[in-house]
């Protein structure tokens, strides 16, 4: 994880004296988390910014984990916001912390562990140099592969310090892996079930005594840290396991879970998407619509589960979608449209895992998902008393022998000269996109999906040929039955 460290400020005390003079007291990781947390549940603030719908379910557990000093295990499907939570525990450390100046493992100045802090802290005492670790510094994370060694995680000898001339026994002679270097910060292990076994056994000693030992070095290094894994559910990967003492020596396990009501889908996907062209609300709710339907459907992998990425992904899509009409057709906005929504179903497909028996049928079922999410939506927004003025209109208009045509490269000025001027259009804009500055191609946007809410609802006809969607009355009159 990329990042650059704010510089510390100049006022902070740069020697051992100095910052004991300034009244430092030494807490542990764990007791500095557990007073931060405190501090923002009686200010009232949220403990987990950026989390979204775990507010009521995963996020008191996660409290009651941290101020009980424990370590503890996030278990859930693919894309359920695991590694997003653990990444934003860094905001309840304190923003700046002192540490040894040079020290591989962030030894504490007033009780430094490592043989090189301990030496130093002995031949300077109060001069002993100071610097500072932003919190943002203070965090390590290793997606667990089976390539993962003991050396990687906990250190292995270094032969350049051998070659420099110091014995085998010496303490100074050890490369630090990834877990001594997160000493007094936060360790993530993502996917920790992919972890071999052997390798699982080496983080033991991390969990309940707090130490490491590497190779066959008579060596303790206490560590204090938090320790945060994620794991998918085992029934599902088959591709490894927690080993019983070490998922014993994690004090919780905590389950996660996907967004629980549209609202919190839509939320999410407005906050994690990157959005580059209008996408309107009616646009962002169908989508969530069709995410929750894919996640229930009996033709999806019910352990594989549906990820966040998989309605993030759709909306970009429906951004790249805009942006490409706009530039063909000179609209002056880019403004997505539900047609679009059809044609990006191929591109989401590698995001779902389908049942073995719904072999060649990928594209039809998130099809029709997609279209069941959109009626539900169109019920739901157009479906009141307040839009059937406009909605009559324009099922008269398609009656009286007019067609609306569309394509993925149809401007927006091009939908609204063939609709012409129609009773409660505006009114029905601003119903369904309150807030939103009135523009053609919102107004278009809104017009295709009425007509497509009309057409599932089975009011008016619809053709398709690949290219151009036609959308007319629903009564065909044979030129022959006038004869």
Not at 34 to 59: K, M, W
Not at 67 to 83: I, M, N, P, S, Y
Request: glycine content about 8%.
């Amino acid at each position: 994880m990329t990042h650059f460290a704010p510089t510390p400020p100049a006022d902070l005390p740069r020697t051992l004296g100095a910052l004991l003079a300034s009244g430092y007291t030494s807490r542990t990781v764990k007791a500095e988390m557990q007073q931060n947390l405190l501090a923002r549940l009686r200010a009232g603030l949220p403990t987990l910014p950026g989390i979204i719908g775990f507010e009521d379910t995963v996020g008191p557990q996660v409290e009651r984990a941290l101020l009980a000093g424990h370590d503890f295990v996030l278990l859930g499907e693919r894309g359920q916001g695991k590694t997003r939570l653990i990444r934003s525990l860094i905001g309840l450390l304190d923003e700046w912390m002192p540490y040894v100046a040079g020290s591989e493992i962030n030894d504490e100045p007033t009780a430094p562990v490592s043989a090189s802090a301990r030496r130093l802290a002995a031949e300077l005492g109060d001069d002993l140099p100071i610097a500072w670790r932003h919190r943002s510094e203070r965090y390590g994370e290793k997606l667990a592969t089976p390539d993962t060694s003991v050396g990687d995680l906990v250190g292995d000898i270094d032969p350049v310090k051998v070659a420099e001339g110091r014995s085998l026994g010496d303490p100074e002679t050890i490369h630090f892996g990834l877990v001594p270097r997160t000493n007094r910060g936060i360790f993530a292990i993502n996917e920790l079930p992919d972890l071999v076994e052997r390798i699982q056994v080496a983080l033991l000693n991390v969990l309940e005594e707090r130490d490491i030992q590497v190779r066959g070095y008579s060596l303790r290094l206490p560590l204090d840290m938090l320790v945060v894994a994620s794991a998918n559910p085992e029934d599902y990967t088959n591709r490894g396991r927690i080993i019983t003492p070490l998922k014993d020596r994690f004090g919780a396990e905590i389950r996660t879970h996907y967004p629980r009501d549209l609202a919190q889908e839509v939320e999410l996907i407005a906050q994690e998407s990157e959005i580059q062209a209008v996408v309107p609300h009616h646009l962002l709710d169908i989508v969530a619509r069709f995410t929750h339907r894919v996640r229930s459907s009996p033709a999806i992998d019910p352990r594989s589960g549906v990820s966040a990425r998989f309605s993030i992904a759709c909306v970009e899509e429906l951004s790249g979608a805009a942006l490409r009409r706009a530039a063909i057709t000179g609209d002056d906005e880019p403004v997505a449209r539900v047609g679009d929504l059809v044609d990006i179903v191929p591109s989401l497909r590698g995001k779902v895992e389908f049942d073995v028996g719904e072999e060649g049928n990928e594209d039809e079922i998130l099809v029709l998902l997609a279209r069941q999410a959109t009626a539900d939506a169109w019920r739901e927004l157009l479906g009141g008393q307040r839009t059937r003025p406009f909605l009559t209109a324009l099922v008269a208009h398609f009656d009286a022998g007019n067609v609306l045509e569309t394509s993925d490269i149809t401007s927006a000025r091009e939908i609204l000269d063939a609709l012409g001027p129609m009773e409660g259009l505006g009114a029905v804009v601003s119903h369904v996109e309150p807030g939103m500055d009135e523009s053609p191609g919102l107004a278009a946007a809104v017009i295709e999906f009425a007509a497509e809410g009309l057409w599932l609802t089975r009011r008016i006809d619809k053709d398709d040929d690949g290219v151009t969607i036609t959308y007319a009355s629903s009564v065909v009159i044979d030129e022959d039955d006038g004869e």
